[in-house]
């Protein structure tokens, strides 16, 4: 390949790496595949880029267009009101299982409040874990198994047996104020508010559910039996052990 | 590394102000307390300014001055732009084309007037490598469609997109063609006559600008009304007084970026090749999201396999480390951040879409702070948690 063959945009834009288009013609008779970098050139579907090769399932176009139309309004007619109505559940998780209810946190807490145990208890007295402190962790094995780093506060703490209560937040308190990583733990109880449950299940003590925590990041849906109900102003206050996730 | 300098690499959130343009807004908040639409000395001086920093910014975007309607954000313009041209068709149905890993300023400004003025808009797909392909645009438009709204770069994943092949489908539909370039445009030759682009945004603090300054460029005829109203500033389409220092901090920076952009871009290049480079060497789960080319040349996105769950510990330990990157967010109680939607769109299960970083170079970066940050990274990575024991699986997990 010479430079002739290649009309290069003359733009000088440095997106390819070279300052000039210049530079970069007189490279192509050595390494044709460098007009790959020029972007106004190159094919508009240039292959992934991967340092590993990652599965098949990155390569072509990922999802259909979705369109959202709204209602007309007739001249004249009023605006509709700022609150955005909340549309019906479809009570399926981001994979598409079903579930009951989602579980709310309490309006007063900064998060979801769960009651958790370090995989090694004894690092809640060795790291003199206390209420307040800003801990990370991830819940390995059993109970949840979630993938995600979780960060929070603890709210509770019983140096005895290592169990802590803890409200789980984003990750701006650890970053403003440092943290103790516990590193794994075992969620053992989740605390929180029922406001929406499908119509036809009917929440009982002494019964497992599959339900979706209102704040998972992936919104997969758990599973756990409830063994406290307490009918509240803000909605049914339950716990739930045993928890899994699916 | 204790006592080391901390490493600024999030560009793409916010450029450091360049301590020429500080030097240039500096006297309009010492000395010059005129307002633009005041008669006298104080006022015509503080007008004078103000032209002065359209001509620089329209230069920047191969504009005509008069187009550059000063806004108070790159927000703000992305809103006048939609929700101008959405009542400029009143009474008419209106139908606006977007994409699926828009800003936030473009997919919830369309959500909104969707909800509130009848709008219907459609989300084009994006491809896995990022880009939103033309064709896939052109058959979205229907009769009524009067925008296409299309970002020429994208914020977290740093793809370019096509703008002039966008502008060209919309016109040939007879329609009006938006970009989002306030990712782009410093180091992006936009042009908008030679593109062909009807709206443009910029916002000054991704130029190395002041915050709080941004503007709608317009090409001739397009049919805008204006969202804010009041005494008439900015050929009535944005009332309010100019905020002057910003304003000229503002068209310095835009003057800067066009002296130096193609260079510029060329050295940010070399320094996110050096990025990657070393990365793969020292990371070696590490992937780059997103075309490799097609990308602004500082940004790199990096997911880590096997270890995504665990991005809101890299980015502790990075940040205790003394190096400023973005990344996701863990379970919170807060708004979800932004990757999710963006990677979600290009096909990234839940899992993946949480875990990547986003390390954007600028104009202050150098190569021994890109070689610091390799260390650190690897240091870091190397104390996560991998989410599975079978060291051979990490490439292909949560798939």
């Not at chain 1, 299982?97 to 309490?106: C, G, P, S, V």
């Amino acid at each position: 390949m010479t430079t002739a063959d290649v009309a290069l945009p003359g733009l000088d834009c440095g997106l390819c790496g070279f300052k000039l288009c210049s530079d970069l013609a007189a490279r192509l008779p050595a390494q044709p595949e460098l007009l790959e970098r020029c972007i106004h050139l190159a094919p508009k579907t240039a292959p992934a880029t991967l340092l590993r090769p990652l599965p098949q399932r990155e390569s072509g176009t990922t999802a259909a267009a979705t369109t959202v139309a709204a209602p007309r309004r007739a001249a004249g007619q009023a605006l509709p009101v700022m609150a955005r109505a909340e549309p019906e559940p479809t009570w399926q998780d981001s994979l598409g299982r079903e579930f009951d209810f989602y579980l709310e946190h309490f309006p007063e807490e900064p998060g979801p409040r769960e009651t958790i145990l370090p995989h090694n208890p004894l690092i809640t007295r060795e790291m003199e874990i206390k209420v307040g402190d800003v801990l990370i962790g991830r819940p390995l094995g059993m109970s949840c198994g979630c993938p995600i780093t979780h960060c929070g506060v603890a709210t509770e703490v019983d140096p005895r047996t290592g169990v802590i209560v803890w409200c789980v937040t984003g990750p701006l308190r650890p970053r403003q104020e440092g943290f103790k990583d516990l590193g794994y733990y075992t969620a053992e109880a989740y605390d929180g508010l029922i406001r929406k449950q499908r119509p036809d299940v009917e929440v009982k003590i002494g019964m497992r559910y599959f339900f979706q925590p209102r704040m998972c990041m992936l919104q997969w849906r758990h599973s756990g039996l409830v063994n406290f109900m307490n009918r509240t102003k803000e909605g049914l206050q339950v716990r739930l052990e045993g928890l899994w996730i699916g | 590394m204790a006592g080391a300098p901390r490493i600024y690499f999030d560009n793409a959130a916010t450029t450091p102000i360049d301590p020429r343009v500080r030097a240039a807004l500096q006297p309009y908040l010492d000395d010059c307390l005129g307002n633009p639409s005041s008669l006298h000395v104080e006022g015509r001086t503080a007008r004078a300014a103000v032209e002065n920093a359209r001509r620089q910014v329209a230069e920047l975007v191969g504009a005509s001055p008069h187009g550059v309607v000063f806004t108070g954000s790159g927000t703000e313009a992305d809103n006048l732009a939609l929700a101008g041209v959405t009542r400029a068709f009143a009474g008419q149905p209106v139908h606006i084309v977007t994409s699926a890993i828009e800003h936030p300023a473009v997919r919830e400004t369309c959500a909104w007037l969707a909800q509130r003025e009848g709008v219907s808009v459609t989300y084009a797909p994006v491809k896995s490598d990022g880009i939103v392909d033309p064709d896939a645009v052109a058959a979205l438009i229907d009769r009524e469609t009067r925008l296409v709204s299309i970002m020429a770069a994208n914020n977290v994943v740093g793809t370019l997109q096509p703008v002039r092949e966008m502008a060209r489908v919309a016109h040939t539909h007879g329609v009006l063609f938006h970009t989002d370039a306030v990712q782009a445009a410093s180091c992006v030759p936009l042009d908008m006559q030679r593109d062909g682009i009807d709206l443009l945004s910029l916002s000054g603090h991704k130029l190395y600008g002041p915050k709080g300054i941004g503007a709608l460029v317009c090409g001739d005829s397009v049919p805008l009304t204006p969202v804010i109203h009041g005494g008439g500033q900015e050929r009535g389409l944005r009332s309010g007084t100019e905020n002057v220092a910003a304003i000229v901090g503002f068209g310095e920076a835009a003057r800067l970026c066009a002296a130096t952009r193609g260079e510029e871009a060329a050295r940010l290049v070399q320094l996110r090749e050096r990025l990657i480079e070393g990365t793969r060497t020292r990371v070696p789960n590490a992937y780059v999201i997103g075309d490799l080319y097609r990308r602004l040349p500082g940004h790199v996105c990096l997911g880590f396999a096997g270890q995504e769950g665990e991005s809101i510990k890299l980015m502790l330990a990075l940040d205790e480390a003394g190096v400023a990157v973005s990344t996701g967010s863990a379970c919170s109680a807060h708004k979800a951040s932004e990757p999710s939607y963006v990677l979600t769109a290009l096909g990234f299960d839940a899992f993946r879409a949480r875990g990547a970083l986003r390390i954007t170079l600028g104009r202050f970066n150098t190569e021994g702070e890109v070689d610091r940050f390799l260390d650190l990274l690897s240091r870091a990575v190397g104390t996560l948690r991998p989410i599975t024991t079978r060291a051979g699986a990490v490439a292909g997990v949560c798939s």
